[in-house]
């Protein structure tokens, strides 16, 4: 039987997440999906690939990712307007949330065609729901600009902010926007970084970002981050 609230029959485009790190976090339901898709959209097929050979899975890949996604998001469509079940994943993560699936999620959308989610891990909202921040109203605002001075002036609009707000922030430069935000928003601003979610060293904390940012400098600044900045006022 198919699971509740699943397409039966017919073309369909299926929104799958996948693992951050820990293979556990597949679901049966994406595994199955995955399983039957007539055919798999993925960022990288090496990658996809390595993922699927871990948890068994054997299933058509095709190439799907920045370079490519406004042209392929029309291919896709296609194929579900054909009747076909295409799948697609990221390298990691929910599908469309800062990562490639919003432009055939649109493309189908336009069609009238059948768009399905099957949610599992995403970092941003891994990291929100552990930071201890209010989580009744938030923004996720995805990766900044990486200029130092455009990622002020993002700080800037954040000193008042009266919900959380969530961003991605990339190894290269999580250092730099340490010091950013302790300039800017002050060393009484309550932050929470998770780095490596789900993975072997992940690390979440949450303090204000006087104890935050000495804290984080003194061990590794390596792997993939997720910063949550709390609303103005906020203290734990």
Sequence with gaps: MSAPGA???GGALL???????NLGDLSPRAREALSTANVVACEDTRTTGKLFKLVGIEARLIAYHDHNELEMGEVLA???AAGERVAVVTDAGTPGISDPGFRAARACARRGLTVTSIPGPCAAIAVLSASGLPTNAFRFVGF?????AARKRFLETVIAADETVVLHESCHRID??????LEVLGPARVVCVGREVTKLHESIKTAPLSVLV???????LKGEFTVAIAPAGFEL
């Design 7 to 9: 397409p039966k029959s």
């Design 176 to 181: 730099a926007f340490l010091g950013e935000m």
């Design 214 to 220: 000495p804290a984080l400098r003194s061990g590794s």
């Design 144 to 148: 900044l600009a990486p200029k130092s």
């Design 15 to 21: 929104m799958i997440a996948t693992p951050l790190g």
């Design 78 to 80: 296609d194929r579900v």
